[in-house]
């Protein structure tokens, strides 16, 4: 057999690029084998300032962390976790600055990486919980969320991305926060206020939205880890709980797609003011103001009143509790307000609430009993969001409704067998979490759990903080394996869902296909944001065209 090398050259300021290789048969051929076989292809590039960067940064930042932690943690701790930053770094870099160099990993390789990356961190946190947690948590969403810097927008990311006049973010106050009546009406100003300063900081560039999603994230899993000591949890604990609602599929959406972040940004407030209510000296105000952002934020605040007395009710004992039961008093107070100000603001939609109640109400007759099981099991043993959507409820495998009863039943033993943890009460409100902060969208036609579930999730990560303690009482090995667990279990399932969100992702193709045939739709967006759709649209098309035609 005869062999050839076939070079091809491209501009270095080029972004993207197709191969296509082709041969003409010779006139008689001899064999009927292939007619040509590519045997490797090879990615050779000019040495830059960043290749130099690219190599030499992850040892010396590995350096660094061994120099610094070998006298206060030891050598062998100081090694461990000097390798994981420079493992971190290696990934960091491949995945925003050199995303060519990871070609040479296959799809499958690159995943499993990320997934053991994932333990390893988690692992490593374990030894130092409180020092390492928010290290922990930031690489976390790291690790789940980098790819969807390259999402772009989808559906209302095109009306909210642009210019905001104060005039128009005035009138989100008393008013929707669509001013120009292309999306749905909600009272949303915070939401509609972050939006405005993400084009002021990016402009179109979908990035930079995706990048403050990221941040909100991992401020989340921060405020998580935060809630959960609050609520008695030792540090491992409350890390485990943390990493594993981080690291849940039904949070997902709220971070790959850009305008998911009314969920974030509610989930935020809400537990901020819950931290704030269960904080050592409580501050009444404080609490109430958080409060009022979530509101602001999205229609989930709502449950917040009953969530509080629920936490206060199953919480360790507090001081100071009749100034926590006043602020609760002043949320409820203001949850009426608020009630009464949205209905006078959206009467029909008001209305079209009721009657989606009462759509709600009278469920699928193949439903039957299992809608009760099947929202459990969608929290406490979760699959991914596309094979979750394709499957009815009446096509529900009876053996994954009762999955999602492993999880509760096995802190209810915990809590009952253990009596040194005292963790009781904490695994009815892990239990009772999901069911109070979903109440606002059960009067909803289509309960879709993955597209608003982050803030539900949390239940999942109390009642692994709860595990966790119980084994942590009887093996610090067996306590760090169980909170390792969720890296391996939930990690992949999160990286796919995420991925749904991405270009030929099923919501990818589900809101293109809804977009695009919408011409009034289009026609009210600004000149930028139709040149941008047109675009997106267009290449994705071309993408198509490609994999069709094998060009």
């Not at 959206?346 to 007759?365: K, N, S, T, Y």
């Amino acid at each position: 057999m005869r062999g050839a090398t076939v070079s091809a050259g491209f501009p270095p300021d080029l972004p993207d690029a197709e191969v296509w290789i082709e041969a003409e048969p010779p006139p008689a051929p001899s064999s009927t084998g292939s007619l040509f076989q590519v045997h490797d292809i090879v990615l050779l590039r000019r040495t830059e300032p960043s290749t130099w960067v690219g190599i030499f940064l992850p040892a010396l930042l590995g350096v660094m962390a061994l120099l610094l932690l070998s006298r206060p943690w030891g050598q062998g701790m100081a090694v461990a976790v000097a390798l994981l930053a420079a493992a971190l770094t290696v990934g960091l870099w491949l995945a925003m600055v050199d995303r060519p160099s990871a070609l040479r990993f296959g799809p499958e390789l690159r995943e499993h990486l990320c997934l053991a990356l994932l333990a390893a961190l988690w692992g490593i946190a374990a030894l130092r919980p409180r020092a390492l947690a928010a290290p922990a948590i930031a690489g976390t969403v790291a690790i789940l969320y980098l790819p969807t810097l390259g999402y772009g927008f989808v559906y209302d990311d095109f009306v909210f991305a642009r210019p905001w006049s104060l005039g128009e973010l005035v009138s989100t106050l008393v008013g929707s926060w669509d001013p120009a009546g292309l999306s749905t009406d909600y009272f949303r100003p915070v939401a509609t206020a972050t939006l405005a300063l993400d084009y002021r900081a990016w402009g179109a560039s979908p990035p930079g939205y995706h990048l403050t999603n990221l941040v909100l994230q991992a401020l989340l899993g921060w405020l998580g880890f935060q809630l959960l000591s609050r609520l008695g949890l030792p540090p491992l604990a409350s890390l485990a709980g943390a990493l594993a609602w981080s690291a849940h599929p039904l949070g997902a959406t709220a971070v790959s797609w850009a305008n998911g972040r009314t969920d974030g940004l509610v989930a935020f407030f809400y537990l901020a003011a819950l931290t704030l209510l269960l904080s050592p000296r409580v501050n009444v105000l404080a609490v109430v103001v958080c409060y009022g952002l979530a509101l602001g934020s999205k229609e989930l605040a709502v449950t917040w009143p009953l969530l509080a007395a629920l936490t206060l009710w199953l919480a360790p004992p507090l001081e100071h509790r009749a100034e926590r039961w006043r602020a609760v008093r002043v949320a409820a107070l203001l949850t009426l307000a608020y009630l009464a100000f949205w209905v006078s603001l959206f009467p029909r939609r008001a209305l079209g609430r009721v009657g989606e109640a009462q759509v709600a109400m009278d469920l699928p007759a193949d439903a039957g009993i299992r809608v009760v099981p099947a929202f459990f099991a969608t929290v406490f043993a979760p699959m991914d969001y596309e094979s979750w959507w394709e499957v009815s409820i009446a096509g529900l495998s009876p053996l994954w409704l009762a999955a999602g009863l492993v999880v509760p039943l096995a802190a209810w033993w915990a809590a009952r067998r253990c009596r040194a943890c005292g963790s009781g009460r904490l695994v009815a409100l892990g239990v009772a979490w999901p069911v109070v902060t979903a109440l606002p969208m059960l009067g909803m036609a289509g309960l879709d759990l993955y597209a608003k579930g982050l803030l539900l999730c949390l239940g999942f990560g109390i009642l692994w903080g709860v595990l966790t303690r119980h084994l942590e009482h009887r093996s610090a090995a067996m306590a760090v394996a169980l909170m390792v667990l969720p890296a391996l279990w939930l990690g992949s399932l999160t990286r796919v869902t995420s991925a749904a969100w991405g270009p030929g992702g099923f919501l990818w193709e589900r809101n293109t296909r809804w977009t695009r045939h919408r011409p009034e739709w289009k026609a009210g967006l600004t000149p930028e944001m139709r040149q941008l759709f047109k675009e997106q649209i267009e290449e994705d098309d071309h993408d198509d065209r490609w994999a069709r035609g094998r060009r």
